[in-house]
Nanobody, 116 residues
Framework: VQLQASGGGLVQAGGSLRLSCAASGSVFSLYAMGWYRQAPGKQRELVAI???????NYADSVKGRFTISRDNAKNTVYPRMSNLKPEDTAVYYC???????????WGQGTQVTVSS
């Protein structure tokens, strides 16, 4: 499975960005798709995850501001990030996997920078 992420960039505080992550290869095995992020000097943090049945979970820090969508036909997941804050600045990584191991596969990171 290969994950191709896109959509990062520079945005002002209060703005919005939409990332996307497309999976290719043996995608029939994918159950969970989601995003982690890692800010400089901090541990990697799970941001949001969605199952093939569209059950969603979010980090407390992004609840109410981020929405993750999934198109199973296209094997793509789209986190929509709104009301962005400088503390959302990080490299965002797409991840996917099975029900037993939701974080088996990783895409390249995409930088999100929120200016104050």
């Amino acid at each position: 499975v290969q994950l191709q992420a896109s959509g990062g960039g520079l945005v002002q505080a209060g703005g919005s960005l939409r990332l996307s992550c497309a999976a290719s290869g043996s995608v029939f095995s994918l159950y969970a798709m989601g995003w982690y992020r890692q800010a400089p000097g901090k541990q990697r943090e799970l941001v949001a995850i969605v199952s093939s049945g569209l059950n969603r979970n979010y980090a407390d820090s992004v609840k109410g501001r981020f929405t993750i969508s999934r198109d199973n036909a296209k094997n793509t997941v789209y986190p929509r990030m709104s009301n962005l804050k400088p503390e959302d600045t990080a490299v965002y990584y797409c991840t996917a996997g099975s029900a037993d191991d939701p974080f088996t596969y990783w895409g390249q990171g995409t930088q999100v920078t929120v200016s104050s």
